[in-house]
């Protein structure tokens, strides 16, 4: 259809398109005034942004995720019970050991009432820090799998969180593990990486006691 | 016979020329808009599976294509680029040749776009079905569909650039400035996002942040604009009179794109983003308040006086309600933004509550309402009963309101709960069970309400050459459907 250029089309035509003729006029713009309300609320919003971003900046720096970088550092260090952060660790120890600490039978040994848990706790942290592969007895049975080491993977506390846990769980009662303990045996087993054996295990443990009487005479 | 006031005489002439740019916009508008319809009903189906899997996990759970993971992208994808997107540029099209005064441009290519999109939309959803989706929101779909949107985006884009540039009125009416600025937002939006995201120009947190940017943006700066065009333009239309004020326009437009642009890191609130983006999309986002007031009052006062013709007008019901929702949602989502307020909210039912609110209460209600504007101009044709769009608004609107209400009202209490670790977890999911029980009422109240606007729209189109007298307001009685068609054909075969 071809834009007409006459004011006399026939009445069928408009009739035909009768949607379209029988509207309003196309909107139009109204002028009145903006309110001095809406202006003064305005104002409100553009003054409260900028309290807002001055409130807040995170020291307009990437490396700040937290609005008030200033109120985050202060007051000392929360202290983390270690039996809480040991249980979640142990987390990682359940598909070997299971979340009950009863080991499998043959495969991997139990954690309760174990001679190694809950005994000397310089071979448990040389244990952790090394790994061990089998065959070893525990508590008259005999283990045949391999132990990973885990020194690459957790930290000092971390270790000590997760042996202070499984010394105290389950029936098993022993002194907690420190930090200091773990970062001790750490820097002695620096220039020795392979995993325990039984025999070097042994052998270990005797020179540790060995030294340990050393040190009390 | 006619139910509305009569407003200030027209010229002949300017009737005549509508006519004409009605009917060359015809095909193309008619193309994006029924394809839109039919993504809003597999939409529609797509999120009462997602819904009722909510509350019965077990119900087709085993078949893996409708994995909860998998449908409910879908859901969001077909309403977003099938219904929303298709609606929207239906609309824009019209409405934009209508106040240039010209005829709609390249009507083929355009329709030929329309294809093209719907193929994308095809493609992408299958493609998320069978599992190639990926995580990122709103940009599920795989980057291959990417060129089925950008290229009719930049197409549209160009056919509304070259109607502006050789209109004939003399005026640039309100309107048009957010159809325009929208057209050229959503090809700079779409094409950065995918770019930067899928092809690997940002990584990481970046990546999240280019993703919110995108996922909020192409609410605000595409189909919001495009809505709030649809307002600006149907109520002054169909009451007959003036938008309230120019000067609070030209504010609410500006302040629109000055703002919204900054908003979408508040998703990200507590993740691991640097502290100021976080702040600054706060303030971005409760800026927002200037220009949402600004169509508040400009809306409100335009219809001040005429809020009886509310009562017969279908277009205006529809666009008057998605119009005070566009208030509710949008303060809402200002306020939602505040770190305060994110605590409690973030990650519960109560952002799904208010997304739902924008875009369907918002958004959807005001194209409903251009759709009953739209349609009987290009088929030529009236709406063939009056008690389907009853249905369809009391379906809509009571849906979204139980719907928006219910789950904002459960997810501040599950924030709450949540917050407090004393409250076991499970016992929460049973708190807001009931909840989740309503949201499929009222999705299935919306769904009814969409066939019933997908039948209306079926028999507009299949009788489009047989023009019924009288528009069709909620008071007007038509003859049932059957005795209508019998009647015509009987007509038909008299003439023949």
Not at chain 2, 189 to 210: E, H, K, N, P
Not at chain 2, 435 to 459: E, K, N, P
Request: proline residues 6%; neutral net charge; glycine residues 8%.
């Amino acid at each position: 259809m071809s834009a007409p250029h006459s004011d006399n089309l026939p009445d069928r035509i408009l009739k035909m398109h009768e949607q379209a003729v029988r509207e309003m006029v196309e909107p139009r713009d109204g002028i009145s005034p903006t309110p001095v309300t809406f202006l003064l609320l305005c104002f409100f919003f553009t003054a409260w942004g900028g309290y807002y971003i001055a409130d807040n900046p995170g020291a307009w720096s990437g490396m700040e995720y937290n609005e008030k970088p200033s109120a985050a550092p202060a007051g000392p260090a929360v202290a983390v019970d270690p039996m809480l952060m040991g249980k979640e660790i142990f987390g990682a120890c359940t598909q070997c050991h299971q979340a009950d600490g009863k080991g499998v039978a043959a495969t991997y040994p139990p954690l309760v009432a174990s001679e190694y848990v809950t005994g000397d706790e310089r071979r448990l942290t040389a244990i952790l820090l090394n790994g061990i592969n089998g065959p070893f007895l525990v508590n008259g049975a005999t283990y045949s799998s391999e132990m990973p080491k885990w020194r690459d993977y957790f930290e000092d506390d971390e270790l000590a969180a997760v042996m202070t846990y499984i010394r105290n769980s389950w029936g098993n009662q022993a002194p907690p593990v420190s930090k200091d303990t773990v970062a001790k045996v750490r820097a002695e087993l620096a220039g020795q990486p392979n995993p325990w054996t039984a025999g070097s295990l042994a052998e270990f443990s005797a020179v540790a006691a060995a030294k340990a009487k050393g040190e009390t005479k | 016979m006619t139910h509305v006031p009569e407003g200030p005489a027209e010229s002949r002439l300017e009737q005549i020329s509508r006519i004409v740019i009605d009917d060359s916009s015809r095909v193309p508008v008619l193309l994006w808009f029924t394809s839109s319809v039919i993504w809003l009903l597999f939409g529609s189906l797509a999120a009462m599976i997602s819904s009722l899997k909510l509350h019965h996990p077990d119900f087709l759970g085993g078949i893996e294509w409708l994995t909860f993971g998998r449908i409910r992208p879908v859901h969001l994808d077909i309403v977003f680029f099938g219904w929303s997107c298709m609606a929207a540029i239906g609309t824009l099209l019209w409405l934009q040749a209508r106040l240039c005064h010209v005829r709609l441009p390249w009507p083929v290519l355009l329709s030929g776009l329309a294809m093209v999109w719907n193929i994308g939309v095809v493609v992408g959803s299958v493609a998320v079905l069978a599992g190639h989706g990926s995580s990122i929101e709103y940009l599920e779909f795989p980057a291959y569909c990417a060129p089925f949107f950008a290229i009719p985006a930049l197409g549209v884009l160009a056919a509304n650039v070259k109607m502006y540039l050789t209109k004939r009125s003399e005026h640039t009416y309100v309107s048009q400035w957010y159809l325009l600025a929208a057209t050229v937002w959503l090809p700079i939006l779409y094409v950065t996002a995918m770019f930067c995201t899928y092809f690997g120009l940002v990584q990481g947190v970046s990546q999240a942040i280019t993703n919110w940017w995108f996922g909020h943006n192409a609410l605000g700066l595409w189909v919001t604009p495009i809505a709030v065009a649809t307002a600006y333009y149907l109520i002054p239309k169909v009451t007959g009179r003036p938008v309230h004020s120019y000067h609070l326009s030209l504010l609410g437009f500006w302040t629109l794109a000055i703002f919204y642009n900054w908003a979408g890191t508040h998703h990200l609130t507590g993740g691991p983003l640097p502290a100021w983006t976080i702040t600054v999309g706060v303030v971005g986002s409760m800026m927002m308040f200037i220009p949402v007031i600004t169509v508040a009052i400009n809306h409100h006062m335009t219809m001040r006086g005429v809020f009886s013709m509310l009562k017969t007008s279908p277009t205006l019901r529809f666009t008057v309600f998605g119009s005070f929702l566009y208030t509710v949602a949008s303060f809402q989502g200002s306020l939602e933004a505040l770190r305060s307020h994110q605590e409690i909210t973030h990650f519960t039912q109560y952002t799904i509550g208010h997304a739902h609110l924008g875009l369907y209460g918002f958004f959807s209600m005001i194209m409903f309402g251009a759709m009953y504007y739209i349609f009987p101009r290009v088929t030529n044709n009236e709406w063939s009963s009056a008690r389907l769009i009853k249905v369809h608004f009391w379906g809509s609107a009571l849906g979204i309101l139980s719907y928006g209400v219910g789950l904002c009202w459960a997810g501040w209490w599950q924030g709450t709960m949540m917050n407090n670790p004393s409250i076991p977890f499970l016992q929460i999911v049973e708190y807001i069970k009931p909840y989740l029980i309503l949201r499929s009422i009222s999705g299935a109240g919306m769904t009814i309400a969409h066939l019933a606007f997908a039948l209306s729209v079926w028999r507009i189109l299949s009788r489009h050459h047989f023009v019924m007298s009288g528009p069709t307001l909620f008071t007007t009685q038509r003859p049932p459907w059957r005795e209508f068609v019998n009647e015509q054909n009987q007509r038909e075969e008299i003439a023949q």
